[in-house]
């Protein structure tokens, strides 16, 4: 019977490991439900492992580049706040690479590009977790040029979103 080879990552109860991969920075995996992240901290008696739980409808683009094997994955922000970006150097992706894929693509409820200005405009975002537990989340994504500040784009904002939810059916 081949030997199973352990992997750092401990999940939350209810959750599987699904795929994981060693990257230079972290370890990574993935569940149905989200993508944790291990890194090691410290030496010695002071080692500690921190991991991250990232839910997919809360991964915003994960972009892999295949010349320097990097995944690049950006969180859902808010207007105004910097969006956390976890870049990883992964040599032997495995499985890993698809399950991110797959996850992220099915988190999408909704996407619609609304112009305001010309071709610049906002982005309807709706995503969902796996699980249907919880509600539809709404995000919006301003083009460059775009002032989420302005009343004029607030407005056009507002008015997307609520036929966007119309036509979601949550309202």
Same mark, same amino acid.
């Given at each position: 019977?081949?030997?199973? *080879? *352990?992997?750092?990552?401990?999940?939350?109860?209810?959750?599987?490991? &699904?795929?994981?991969?060693?990257?230079?920075?972290?370890?990574?995996?993935?569940?149905?439900?989200?993508?944790?992240?291990?890194?090691? +901290?410290?030496?010695?008696?002071?080692?500690?492992?921190?991991?991250?739980?990232?839910? $997919?409808?809360?991964?915003?683009?994960?972009? $892999?580049?295949?010349?320097?094997?990097?995944?690049?994955?950006?969180?859902?922000?808010? $207007?105004?706040?910097?969006?956390?970006?976890?870049?990883?150097?992964?040599?032997?992706?495995?499985?890993?690479?698809? &399950?991110? +894929?797959?996850?992220?693509?099915?988190?999408?409820?909704?996407?619609?590009?609304?112009?305001? *200005?010309?071709?610049?405009?906002?982005?309807?975002?709706?995503?969902?977790?796996?699980?249907? %537990?919880?509600?539809?989340?709404?995000?919006?994504?301003? %083009?460059?040029?775009?002032?989420?500040?302005?009343? %004029?784009? *607030?407005?056009?904002? #507002? #008015?997307?979103?609520?036929?966007?939810?119309?036509?979601?059916?949550?309202?």
């Amino acid at each position: 019977m081949p030997l199973r *080879r *352990r992997t750092p990552v401990r999940v939350e109860r209810g959750e599987r490991l &699904l795929a994981d991969a060693a990257a230079t920075q972290a370890h990574l995996g993935g569940t149905r439900d989200a993508l944790y992240v291990v890194r090691h +901290r410290g030496t010695g008696a002071l080692a500690l492992d921190e991991t991250v739980r990232i839910p $997919w409808e809360e991964v915003e683009a994960a972009d $892999w580049d295949a010349e320097t094997s990097t995944l690049r994955v950006s969180e859902v922000g808010s $207007w105004g706040v910097e969006r956390p970006v976890h870049v990883f150097t992964i040599p032997e992706p495995g499985h890993l690479l698809e &399950l991110v +894929r797959e996850r992220v693509t099915a988190s999408v409820v909704l996407q619609r590009h609304v112009p305001v *200005r010309g071709r610049r405009g906002v982005r309807i975002v709706a995503r969902r977790a796996p699980r249907g %537990d919880r509600p539809i989340t709404w995000f919006y994504e301003y %083009d460059e040029g775009i002032d989420p500040g302005d009343p %004029d784009v *607030r407005r056009a904002a #507002e #008015e997307a979103l609520a036929a966007a939810r119309v036509d979601v059916g949550v309202e």
